[in-house]
């Protein structure tokens, strides 16, 4: 019996059951083929079953009964199949008899075979097998079925749910109101599009085109960049409120959307992105709603500021208020202090309270639902002032009847109230005013009813004697308060302090007997303020005496306002006049400055060519050196504008600068143009080296205006009469004239405008005569055009006389022939280093010691380290700058000389950050400047 072997659970219900009650008899007298059939049904964990003999008997193992429901197990077990499957005896029957008769195996996949399984009739899908197993005592060899089965109804009903999920997405995909799309590749290959996308992009035919290809358009707009980067980075790409405008034909015009749409990647299984989901939608008809309401709240928002109307919201479903700034200011609160309605009850006033909360609940009782229109008083919260405040407001209910919120309007009426109340004071006096009144309306008709001008009088005790109409008017329109004849200032103002401050100083002045003008600015707010010119006088009885004062003012608002424009439009014809300079001194400076680089370049590059010709090298270096020179004078007039040179004002004599500038002149005038010097052997304060460059820029200007020749004269002379701009003193008057096509008055009013020229690109930066004139003014002179704009133009520089002129030479003099330089040590500190290798190689070739450094760090170790008798470093450096460093080195060596080399920094600069006694040199500098610069510092 070892076939039934097995220490599972129907191993043991086979061994226990009673056999020989069934057809197929005990165990032992089974047939070997069943016998090897049962064994293998307890030893494997498939779900097997066994129909036997001619009743079908059935048996089967623990993996068949976990398909099972109380009602089959274990009561199946032994008994005929018809019994056993009674409800799917009519699917399985046939089938099972086939096999029984000889006909082979059966194959059945995902078979629906329901059957009673936990009390009803269970749909269950099967896939299941029933083979022959065979017998030789069965008259046709086969003595049973086997039955190899699994349940799949899981998976059956998994693919069928998925098969209905992927129709109805396939259905959403196709009516979404969503566009959507997918590409493949990184070509962005359309694989799906649903109708709302057909429609985005014009009903065009794209599937299997890649994206560029397909809608073109959209590369210009930036698609595919996106695309590519979202295909590139794998992150997703989320727009809101994006323009996409679709052509799909050239013929037809382009029709711009406004959407949202995200650019989702997809990824395969080894997470390396394959695609981009598109998915968004059309929301030009919300964006176009946006853009209508933005413009209807803007609507709103401009009349309830027309009118100063201020709105407010009581939101009960959320216990919220929102009160707009004007009407927090009616409450005295700060327009940026929160708000709840316990603040809408603490405001009003005690004696209003009751009416007004009375008011308000009426408004949103569900069965009286009344307006809300009342006016009442308020105590700041903040500034503890009284007002008065006109509210209107409904409210607003659900369909249960329950009032959600209450929402209104609200208006400053304390001005009003004001009024109101003092017209009631007045009816109340009227009677015993009444004699005033007439004796004041006689006064008026005489004084003041006669006149246009805005009139009032007052008495010693600022009470108004008489006031016309259209003072009064003026008066309420500037400040809410109409004033009358009776009335008190500071009685009536009393309330209106700042108001007070205003006016009552003037009536006080006038009152102390002050006759005065004045021009005064009054009005609510300030883009309601009118201006009046008020002029105040005493007002003195028949005997003398001082009974007050009187006011006559007229608007004048009209007349500033136009003196105003005017000198905006005089101010915007200088700015305009400023950046067409600024334009031409761009376009005439670069186009100098690259001549000369040219010159430069060019000379250096034959000089590296040349190398091997001395004299060829030496007129190249030439050209280039004064090319340098140029830009250099350039540079210098450019500073001389800004102020950023200092002007070295000494003695100078005009005669010999004159002689020693003939040669200059002679050449920069050219063979067409005759020179004539008439200069007066006087002596003048001014820099001698700005002088010259004046000088030059006259001749230049004066070979500019004869172009076909002609003469240039330069003069001097003690001048019988002076501008009269000009202070008390004795000047020299320096004439340079010329015959050439004169200077037109247009021309004459802008020629020492900053970078004003006549001339072409390239031909002049008008700083000239600019210049020119910033010499002699910070010298204390000044210029003067003299020309009829026909027959030649005369320039007159008057610049002052220095006295004793005669008695010694010029300090730039040398006092005798040139001395070799005392071999000094210097230390040269300059973060550039190709200036600070050229300016090394001068100091060498002067017979000068050399210590380099690139920064104030290394400058500081090498003073440590090396004896230095002179500091030459550069101002401007990147971190610790020359100044700073040039501290620190004179508060270690006090007795060492500094000399800064900077193209950038003023002297003035200079003293400011280390004190006087330092030397500048402005780059560029020439060997010979150096030089000179040097024997000075060694002559002190």
């Not at 209807?296 to 959320?318: F, H, P, S, Y």
């Not at 000089?607 to 050196?625: C, M, S």
């Not at 002379?717 to 020299?732: H, N, W």
């Not at 000094?824 to 090394?840: C, H, N, P, T, Y």
Request: net charge negative; aromatic share 8%.
């Amino acid at each position: 019996m070892r076939f039934l072997a097995g220490d599972g659970e129907m191993a043991a219900r086979i061994r226990a059951f009673d056999w020989a009650s069934t057809p197929l008899g005990p165990p032992a007298t089974w047939s070997a083929g069943l016998r090897t059939m049962v064994r293998m049904l307890l030893t494997t964990r498939h779900p097997v079953y066994i129909f036997w003999g001619a009743e079908h008997t059935g048996l089967y193992n623990d993996a068949y009964r976990e398909s099972l429901g109380p009602e089959k197990h274990p009561a199946i077990l032994g008994i005929p199949g018809r019994r056993a499957w009674a409800e799917i005896w009519h699917l399985i029957g046939p089938q099972i008899l086939q096999v029984l008769a000889g006909g082979g195996a059966t194959w059945h996949q995902n078979q629906l075979v329901p059957i009673i399984r936990h009390g009803c009739l269970d749909d269950v899908y099967w896939t299941y097998s029933f083979g022959p197993i065979d017998d030789e005592s069965a008259a046709n060899g086969v003595g049973g079925v086997l039955v190899l089965v699994t349940e799949t109804t899981r998976q059956v009903m998994a693919e069928r749910q998925a098969k209905l999920n992927h129709a109805r997405l396939a259905s959403l995909f196709e009516q979404a109101p969503n566009f959507m799309a997918m590409l493949s590749g990184k070509d962005h290959r359309f694989e799906l599009v649903n109708p709302a996308y057909e429609r985005l992009i014009g009903r065009r035919d794209v599937m299997g085109l890649p994206f560029s290809q397909a809608i073109p358009e959209a590369v210009d707009q930036g698609y595919v960049d996106l695309l590519d980067q979202v295909f590139a980075t794998g992150e997703p790409y989320i727009a809101a409120y994006a323009k996409f405008r679709s052509q799909p034909a050239t013929d037809v015009p382009p029709d711009e959307r406004i959407v949202d749409f995200v650019f989702q990647p997809t990824f395969d299984n080894r997470g390396e992105v394959d695609g981009i989901f598109v998915v968004g939608i059309d929301v030009t008809a919300q964006w176009q709603a946006q853009q209508e309401l933005a413009v209807k709240i803007e609507q709103l928002q401009l009349a309830t500021d027309a009118g100063e109307v201020g709105l407010w919201d009581v939101d009960n479903l959320a216990n919220t208020l929102y009160w707009a700034p004007r009407v927090k200011k009616m409450f005295g609160v700060r327009e940026q202090m929160p708000v709840t309605i316990a603040d809408y009850y603490d405001g009003i006033h005690p004696e209003d309270r009751d009416a007004t909360i009375a008011a308000y609940q009426r408004a949103q009782s569900p069965l009286e639902r009344a307006l809300y229109d009342v006016e009442f008083r308020t105590i700041g919260k903040e500034d503890g002032r009284v007002r008065w405040v006109a509210a209107c407001g409904r409210g607003i209910f659900d369909s249960q009847g329950h009032c959600t919120r209450v929402i209104g309007t609200a208006i400053d009426v304390t001005a009003r109230k004001r009024n109101e109340a003092l017209l009631r004071h007045l009816n109340e006096t009227l009677e015993r005013k009444l004699s005033d009144y007439l004796a004041e309306r006689k006064l008026l008709a005489d004084i003041v009813e006669g006149t246009d001008a805005l009139i009032q009088v007052m008495d010693l005790n600022y009470r108004w004697l008489a006031i016309n109409r259209a003072s009064a008017a003026g008066f309420e329109r500037a400040f809410g308060i109409r004033p009358r004849v009776g009335d008190q200032l500071q009685y009536l103002l009393h309330e209106h302090i700042e108001v007070l401050k205003e006016i009552e100083p003037g009536w006080t002045r006038a009152l102390a007997g002050q006759e005065f003008l004045e021009v005064r600015s009054f009005g609510p707010s300030p883009s309601e303020q009118r201006s009046f010119e008020m002029r105040f006088q005493p007002l003195y009885d028949s005997d003398g005496r001082l009974i007050g004062a009187y006011q006559f003012a007229y608007d004048v608002t009209e007349r500033i306002e136009h003196q105003r424009r005017l000198a905006e439009s005089e101010a915007a014809l200088y700015q305009a006049r400023k950046l067409e300079a600024i334009g031409q001194l761009t376009g005439a400076i670069a186009h100098d400055f690259n001549n000369l680089l040219q010159v430069v370049s060019a000379n250096l590059e034959m000089i590296r060519r040349r190398a091997e010709n001395p004299a060829q090298v030496r007129d190249f270096a030439k050209r280039g050196t004064e090319a340098a020179s140029r830009g250099a004078r350039l540079t210098a007039q450019l500073l001389a504008f800004s102020r950023k040179q200092e002007l070295v004002i000494r003695p100078v004599g005009l005669g010999a600068l004159v002689d020693g500038m003939a040669d200059l002149l002679k050449t920069t005038l050219g063979a067409s143009v005759e020179l004539q010097l008439a200069a007066e052997d006087v002596w003048v304060h001014a820099d001698a080296t700005q002088l010259e460059m004046a000088l030059l820029n006259l001749a230049v200007n004066a070979k500019d205006a004869m172009p076909d020749g002609g003469r240039f004269t330069l003069a001097s002379r003690v001048p019988a009469s002076l501008p009269r701009d000009l202070a008390p003193g004795e000047y020299v008057e320096i004439s340079a004239t010329d015959t050439g096509t004169g200077m037109p008055p247009e021309v004459m009013a802008k020629a020492f405008d900053p970078f004003f020229t006549t001339k072409a690109v390239g031909k002049g930066s008008g700083l000239g005569l600019s210049q020119v004139y910033g010499l002699a003014t910070r010298a204390g002179g000044t210029v003067v055009i003299d020309s009829d704009g026909v027959t030649g133009t005369t320039i007159k520089v008057y610049l002052k006389r220095a006295l004793g002129e005669n008695s010694g030479a010029s300090q730039d003099a040398p006092a005798s022939g040139p001395v070799a330089l005392a071999p000094w040590s210097v230390l040269l500190v300059d973060d550039e280093e190709e200036v600070r290798r050229g300016i090394a190689a001068m100091l060498t070739d002067l017979g000068l010691g050399v210590h380099q450094a690139e920064n104030a760090e290394q400058g500081l170790q090498l003073l440590d380290a090396h004896q230095v008798e002179l500091l030459l470093v550069d101002y401007a450096m990147p971190g610790s700058d020359g100044a700073a460093m040039a501290r620190v080195a004179r508060q270690a060596k006090p007795e060492l000389p500094i000399m800064f080399v900077s193209g950038h920094a003023d002297a003035e600069v200079i003293r400011e950050a280390i004190g006087y006694g330092a030397t500048l040199l402005r780059k560029p500098v020439s060997s010979d400047q150096l030089e000179l610069a040097l024997r000075r510092l060694q002559s002190r």
